[in-house]
């Protein structure tokens, strides 16, 4: 342990980072994306208990649902950017102001779009699965109501989220974690399986559970304060800023609208399939999110320590911490996976699958959990070095089409035409990550995506 310690120390100190504060800063990511898949996995475990026409309603209306909260996420993300370039530039006027007009952007986009989403949720629904038995139109119209009215607080609680991992405080990021997803079991626990409430009861525990999370993020981020930031920040818009934000979020907004948009098409034929296909391909995606928590904090981390060193003009360090974290997080996944794929029996008994459902989501996650050590790092990780040096716009084309050759046309044609059903959707995915891998190392050979700052 203490030679690999050593070399781990050799590979990733600088005089920007030290091994030390980038292990603390990742343990801690580690615990906050655990803590955001297990509880989602166990409310999704709990919609299942109602019946599989529960879980596949709020499967149906999940990517739609997606494509709106993506919109302000990407806001949020662009924003973070922006906050990590100031830490790294030791400026906190500019960090204040980033704090600011990201909160504030984040929950007026949020309530425009949950507006919208709220008015429209029946027609969208009826339009996009206009063969689906009335059940699943009615579960799935109520539910996606529901979310639509708990993005306005989340939005907001997303927002200051972001800025304390983009500062580092890593800690306080797992804090909010901690408690919106706790409230969100608890009250799933309550409205569910307590009082019998069903999809009510679901989007309910969102709602409650949101807006106590964004009541503690507001005040948490006063109680923490290190930057002068006040209530009028919230308000208060910088032209200079608010070009950085949007530049940056701009993109990621409209790659989220074209990657939701993809995934639309993916649910659209797989509605084709049976209620039981669809329960169990929102089953093994419950459970590869839980996979992915320890691949989804390498991004996190990548976001912070890249961002930093852009924001200090430190472009060598921009590529060699990418690079570096690639290589160490495929061992870091190569371990994850190890540990977790033998506790798949215990954790399907949560869902309530029947015979037939629990041998298609074997299928379905062993085939990703075979390419995630292999291709995830060089297919991901990368997209967020680029984007925090602003090449958001070669980042997000590459995910799109990988997303329309992986997905979309690889995907249709192996689930629909080809009779593999689900297991062809998911052998779509990892050969997604596959090529926009490939794609991206060849990017970041170049030192044209660094974008230097003057």
Same mark, same amino acid.
């Given at each position: 342990?203490?030679?690999? &310690?050593?070399?781990?120390?050799?590979?990733?100190?600088?005089?920007?980072?030290?091994?030390?504060? =980038?292990?603390?800063?990742?343990?801690?990511?580690?615990?906050?994306?655990?803590?955001?898949?297990?509880?989602?996995?166990?409310?999704?475990?709990?919609?299942?208990?109602?019946?599989?026409?529960?879980?596949?309603?709020?499967?149906?209306?999940?990517?739609? &649902?997606?494509?709106?909260?993506?919109?302000?996420?990407?806001?949020?993300?662009? !924003?973070?950017?922006?906050?990590?370039?100031?830490?790294?530039?030791?400026?906190?006027?500019?960090?204040?102001?980033?704090?600011?007009?990201?909160? !504030?952007?984040?929950?007026?986009?949020?309530?425009?779009?949950?507006?919208?989403?709220?008015? =429209?949720?029946?027609?969208?629904?009826?339009?996009?699965?206009?063969?689906?038995?009335?059940?699943?139109?009615?579960?799935?119209?109520?539910?996606?109501?529901?979310?639509?009215?708990?993005?306005?607080?989340?939005?907001?609680?997303?927002?200051?989220?972001?800025?304390?991992?983009?500062?580092?405080?890593?800690?306080?990021?797992?804090?909010?974690?901690?408690?919106? #997803?706790?409230?969100?079991?608890?009250?799933?626990?309550?409205?569910?399986?307590?009082? /019998?409430?069903?999809?009510?009861?679901?989007?309910?525990?969102?709602?409650?559970?949101?807006?106590?999370?964004?009541?503690?993020?507001?005040?948490?981020?006063?109680?923490? #304060?290190?930057?002068?930031?006040?209530?009028?920040?919230?308000?208060?818009? #910088?032209?200079?800023?608010?070009?950085?934000?949007?530049?940056?979020?701009?993109?990621?907004?409209?790659?989220?609208?074209?990657?939701?948009?993809?995934?639309?098409?993916?649910?659209?034929?797989?509605?084709?399939?049976?209620?039981?296909?669809?329960?169990?391909?929102?089953?093994? &995606?419950?459970?590869?999110?839980?996979?992915?928590?320890?691949?989804?904090?390498?991004?996190?981390?990548?976001?912070?320590?890249? !961002?930093?060193?852009?924001?200090?003009?430190?472009?060598?360090?921009?590529?060699?911490?990418?690079? #570096?974290?690639?290589?160490?997080?495929?061992?870091?996944?190569?371990?994850?996976?190890?540990?977790?794929?033998?506790?798949?029996?215990?954790?399907?008994?949560?869902?309530?699958?029947?015979?037939? /459902?629990?041998?298609?989501?074997?299928?379905?996650?062993?085939?990703?959990?075979?390419?995630?050590?292999?291709?995830?790092?060089?297919?991901?990780?990368?997209?967020?070095?680029?984007?925090?040096?602003?090449?958001?716009?070669?980042?997000?084309?590459?995910?799109?089409?990988?997303?329309?050759?992986?997905?979309?046309?690889?995907?249709?044609?192996?689930?629909?035409?080809?009779?593999?059903?689900?297991?062809?959707?998911?052998?779509?995915?990892?050969?997604?990550?596959?090529?926009?891998?490939?794609?991206?190392?060849?990017?970041?050979?170049?030192?044209?995506?660094?974008?230097?700052?003057?």
């Amino acid at each position: 342990m203490e030679g690999l &310690n050593a070399r781990l120390d050799r590979l990733l100190t600088t005089e920007q980072f030290s091994y030390k504060e =980038l292990r603390s800063m990742y343990l801690t990511l580690v615990l906050d994306q655990f803590f955001i898949c297990f509880i989602g996995m166990l409310s999704t475990a709990l919609v299942s208990s109602v019946g599989e026409a529960a879980i596949a309603a709020v499967s149906m209306v999940g990517t739609v &649902n997606g494509l709106v909260s993506l919109v302000f996420t990407s806001l949020a993300t662009g !924003g973070g950017i922006v906050v990590a370039r100031a830490k790294g530039s030791g400026d906190a006027l500019e960090i204040r102001r980033a704090i600011g007009e990201v909160t !504030g952007l984040c929950g007026a986009v949020s309530l425009a779009l949950s507006t919208l989403l709220f008015a =429209l949720a029946e027609p969208l629904v009826r339009a996009l699965y206009p063969h689906v038995e009335p059940l699943l139109i009615t579960y799935a119209v109520r539910y996606m109501r529901m979310m639509a009215i708990s993005f306005i607080p989340f939005s907001i609680f997303n927002a200051i989220f972001c800025i304390f991992r983009s500062l580092g405080d890593t800690r306080s990021s797992l804090l909010l974690t901690i408690v919106i #997803n706790v409230a969100h079991l608890l009250l799933s626990l309550l409205f569910i399986n307590g009082l /019998g409430m069903g999809v009510n009861g679901s989007g309910l525990s969102y709602i409650v559970a949101r807006v106590l999370g964004m009541l503690l993020a507001v005040f948490w981020i006063f109680h923490h #304060n290190l930057y002068g930031v006040r209530f009028k920040h919230f308000f208060h818009f #910088n032209i200079a800023v608010t070009k950085d934000i949007i530049s940056l979020g701009a993109p990621l907004a409209v790659e989220a609208l074209l990657m939701q948009g993809g995934m639309l098409l993916v649910q659209i034929y797989l509605a084709r399939l049976t209620t039981t296909d669809l329960a169990a391909h929102a089953v093994a &995606n419950s459970m590869l999110n839980l996979h992915t928590t320890a691949a989804n904090a390498l991004t996190a981390l990548t976001g912070t320590v890249c !961002g930093q060193c852009y924001g200090a003009k430190r472009y060598d360090l921009t590529r060699q911490y990418c690079r #570096n974290i690639i290589r160490v997080g495929r061992i870091v996944l190569l371990c994850w996976v190890a540990v977790l794929y033998p506790f798949t029996p215990l954790l399907l008994k949560l869902y309530h699958a029947s015979e037939q /459902g629990t041998a298609i989501v074997y299928v379905a996650l062993t085939t990703a959990v075979l390419g995630l050590p292999l291709f995830w790092c060089d297919g991901n990780i990368p997209i967020m070095a680029l984007r925090v040096a602003g090449d958001s716009v070669f980042a997000s084309a590459v995910s799109v089409a990988s997303l329309a050759l992986g997905r979309c046309l690889m995907g249709y044609v192996l689930t629909i035409p080809l009779g593999l059903g689900v297991p062809g959707i998911w052998i779509a995915l990892v050969s997604e990550w596959l090529l926009r891998g490939i794609v991206l190392n060849l990017r970041l050979k170049k030192d044209s995506w660094l974008h230097k700052m003057a």
